[in-house]
């Protein structure tokens, strides 16, 4: 992690990040659909993150559209494999949900699928990406890494090493990662740090065991943090204290 410089000579912390969302991150309370209010307050907290030159990718989820354990069970009408591939294209249409919303606050975005879908979006292409980003575009990483079985928070790790970013920043509705779920706890506590290995061995719902697998091998931090507190995003890009910080160590480095 280096710090990088904008255009008015103003530090940033991080270089490039990739920006992990819920599907459900894009609606309303129900958690299903796509709110464009909800869809805006997030392309709004980017395009301040995005202003400080910080270069972003984002992976969105498609829970808000279809979960793969609708179809799970032995009396299951969808192959599982198949319903993770249904899972994709949810991704695909919330990529480009939120494609036309940082669009509307006057952001250049790009949409790359690793599901080859030429219509609507760009196969996804690491040394394109890499150059989308030079240019200071956004990059919506649709449809995962292409294959089923893999979670898109697998897929955030997998592309945070291809493009060579310095930080995951995943994105949920609670402050951090806590001892337990919060909003069933209530005297669940709060971590300011922990490291790969703890959030192994006290079995924390942070990322799937791939994705902190990833992470921890290539020594890649994770920041957890809501997104849903107005301008935590652009906390979170600029190095600020928020959220819980996951590394090789229990300190931020």
């Given at each position: 992690?280096?710090?990088?410089?904008d255009?008015?000579?103003?530090?940033?912390?991080?270089?490039?990040?990739?920006?992990?969302?819920?599907?459900?991150?894009?609606?309303?309370?129900?958690?299903?659909?796509?709110?464009?209010?909800?869809?805006?307050?997030?392309?709004k907290?980017?395009?301040?993150?995005?202003?400080?030159?910080?270069?972003?990718?984002?992976?969105?989820?498609?829970?808000?559209?279809?979960?793969?354990?609708?179809?799970?069970?032995?009396?299951?009408?969808?192959?599982?494999?198949?319903?993770?591939?249904?899972?994709?294209?949810?991704?695909?249409?919330?990529?480009?949900?939120?494609?036309?919303?940082?669009?509307?606050?006057?952001?250049?975005?790009?949409?790359?699928?690793?599901?080859?879908?030429?219509?609507?979006?760009?196969?996804?292409?690491?040394?394109?990406?890499?150059?989308?980003?030079?240019?200071?575009?956004?990059?919506i990483?649709?449809?995962?890494?292409?294959?089923?079985?893999?979670?898109?928070?697998t897929?955030?790790?997998?592309?945070?090493?291809?493009?060579?970013?310095?930080?995951?920043?995943?994105?949920?509705?609670?402050?951090?990662?806590y001892?337990?779920?919060?909003?069933?706890?209530?005297?669940?506590?709060?971590?300011?740090?922990?490291?790969?290995?703890?959030?192994?061995?006290?079995?924390?719902?942070?990322?799937?065991?791939?994705?902190?697998?990833?992470?921890?091998?290539?020594?890649?931090?994770?920041?957890?943090?809501?997104?849903?507190?107005?301008?935590?995003?652009?906390?979170?890009?600029?190095?600020?204290?928020?959220?819980?910080?996951?590394?090789?160590?229990?300190?931020?480095?």
């Open positions: 992690m280096t710090d990088a410089t255009s008015d000579n103003q530090p940033i912390h991080y270089r490039r990040v990739i920006l992990k969302l819920s599907g459900e991150s894009l609606a309303d309370g129900g958690g299903r659909g796509i709110s464009a209010q909800e869809a805006g307050s997030i392309a907290q980017i395009f301040l993150a995005h202003q400080s030159g910080c270069q972003i990718a984002i992976v969105i989820g498609g829970g808000n559209i279809l979960r793969g354990a609708q179809f799970s069970g032995g009396n299951a009408l969808v192959d599982e494999a198949t319903a993770h591939y249904m899972g994709m294209l949810a991704t695909t249409i919330n990529s480009l949900a939120m494609q036309d919303a940082l669009e509307s606050c006057g952001m250049q975005t790009r949409v790359m699928s690793a599901i080859p879908n030429e219509k609507i979006a760009e196969t996804f292409i690491r040394r394109r990406a890499i150059r989308h980003l030079e240019k200071q575009r956004v990059v990483l649709a449809a995962g890494i292409g294959n089923p079985f893999v979670t898109t928070d897929a955030a790790a997998q592309r945070a090493l291809e493009l060579d970013a310095d930080i995951v920043l995943k994105a949920t509705r609670v402050d951090g990662v001892s337990d779920d919060p909003e069933q706890n209530p005297h669940a506590v709060l971590y300011e740090t922990l490291s790969y290995d703890e959030v192994v061995s006290k079995k924390l719902r942070v990322m799937d065991a791939t994705a902190i697998a990833l992470c921890r091998e290539y020594e890649k931090p994770i920041l957890v943090f809501n997104f849903k507190k107005e301008g935590n995003i652009v906390k979170a890009i600029s190095g600020q204290s928020v959220g819980t910080w996951i590394g090789a160590n229990n300190e931020e480095g």
